[in-house]
């Protein structure tokens, strides 16, 4: 069955760090590509998304995330860090035969950054 | 345009119960997925509908079952509630109509189970 794995389970930083949360996922065809977010109290909301093209896409709030088919990994970065980035992130994989309708999420990472 | 929305809000049913859950995804949008998200098991797929028919499934059981309306409105109806029922159910909408949509999330249907 297809997986998603997440690195950390939680991540503790300082504000201005930089950020990189792991996301692996296991299946050999076409994937679509997710990063969402959950801030406290609020509902899921899409960072960014890979469906083709150039591995190196670009997000809201300053994130960006690399998609290495070889080692069928999209992490998630960050160069600066603010307090307003505590949320809890999900990675998430659609197969393409699916037709985007079923997402596959990882555990999600908490992040806590301190002020 | 106005975001997708969940009714109601929170819930408390009892063991063996029956309850449903309402979705109204974005103007526009054709597909409907449900999601469970509990602290222990995380974010699961239910189902997707996509024009009145079911077109993705989890490996939820039986007691688990949707339906979309003309309109893509959704409902999820859950029979027979057991404590482990107890989530945020969430709803998301998406055009459905390619292999790369997103999906957009709605803010949850807290259910708990007593």
């Known amino acids: 069955a297809q997986s998603v794995s997440q690195h950390n389970h939680h991540v503790i930083l300082s504000e201005a760090a930089s950020l990189e949360l792991g996301c692996n996922y296991s299946y050999g065809g076409t994937v679509n590509l997710f990063w969402y977010v959950q801030y406290p109290g609020q509902h899921l909301q899409l960072l960014l998304k890979?469906?083709?093209?150039?591995?190196l896409v670009k997000g809201i709030k300053g994130f960006e995330a690399e998609f290495i088919k070889s080692k069928f990994s999209f992490n998630l970065r960050k160069p600066s860090v603010q307090w307003s980035d505590t949320a809890e992130y999900f990675c998430a994989v659609s197969l393409f035969y699916n037709q985007g309708g079923k997402l596959i999420f990882g555990q999600g990472t908490e992040l806590s950054v301190k002020p | 345009k106005a975001g997708v929305t969940q009714t109601p809000r929170y819930l408390i049913k009892t063991r063996g119960q029956q309850v449903t859950l309402s979705c109204s995804p974005i103007s526009g949008h054709r597909s409907v997925s449900w999601y469970q998200q509990t602290p222990g098991q995380g974010l699961q797929f239910l189902f997707e509908?996509?024009?009145?028919?079911?077109?993705n499934k989890g490996n939820f059981p039986g007691r688990f079952s949707g339906r979309q309306f003309s309109n893509s409105r959704s409902e999820m109806n859950v029979s027979t509630l057991e404590l482990g029922d107890s989530a945020l159910y969430l709803c998301?909408?998406?055009?459905?109509?390619?292999?790369?949509?997103?999906?957009?999330f709605g803010p949850g249907t807290r259910l708990t189970v007593t």
């Open positions: 509908y996509f024009s009145e028919t079911q077109r």
């Open positions: 998301a909408s998406s055009t459905g109509t390619s292999g790369g949509n997103e999906q957009y």
């Open positions: 890979y469906f083709s093209g150039d591995p």
